[in-house]
């Protein structure tokens, strides 16, 4: 859980938008390109984990979650442990400075 924890952060987190499909509200996630896919499908399993202990009542107002064709432009944190990154990720996408994480968070 230790080797986990870290990358539960928010800047680990998909960006979410929402958004309507018909009458349905419904958030449309985009995904982190750089996050390989054992990280992505590590992080599925323990959103299902947790959906599946939420009271009937908020399970029923969960929104939908549709992905994106557009990825989030988050570059991966300049602390991000190397087994989280796809190791096909252009190294010329650098990862985020700490000045680029705070001017971000202050938005």
């Known amino acids: 859980m230790e080797k986990v924890e870290p990358i ?3 800047q680990y987190m998909s960006s ?3 958004d309507t499909e018909g009458e349905e509200k419904v958030f ?3 995904q982190l390109p750089w996050q390989r896919l054992k990280v992505r499908k590590m992080k599925k399993t323990l959103e299902d984990i947790y959906h ?3 009271p009937d009542h908020l399970k029923e107002n969960k929104r939908r979650r549709i992905l994106s ?3 989030s432009r988050r570059k ?3 602390n991000c442990p190397d087994w989280v990154i796809r190791s096909d990720w252009d190294a010329s996408e650098d990862r985020e400075s700490e000045n680029e994480r705070g001017a971000r968070e202050e938005d």
Do not use: I, M, N
Request: aromatic letters at 0%; zero cysteines; hydrophobic letters at 35%.
């Open 69 to 71: 064709d557009v990825p």
């Open 76 to 78: 991966p944190p300049s």
């Open 28 to 30: 449309r996630v985009r």
């Open 8 to 10: 539960l952060a928010a």
């Open 52 to 54: 599946e202990q939420l």
């Open 16 to 18: 979410e938008e929402s």
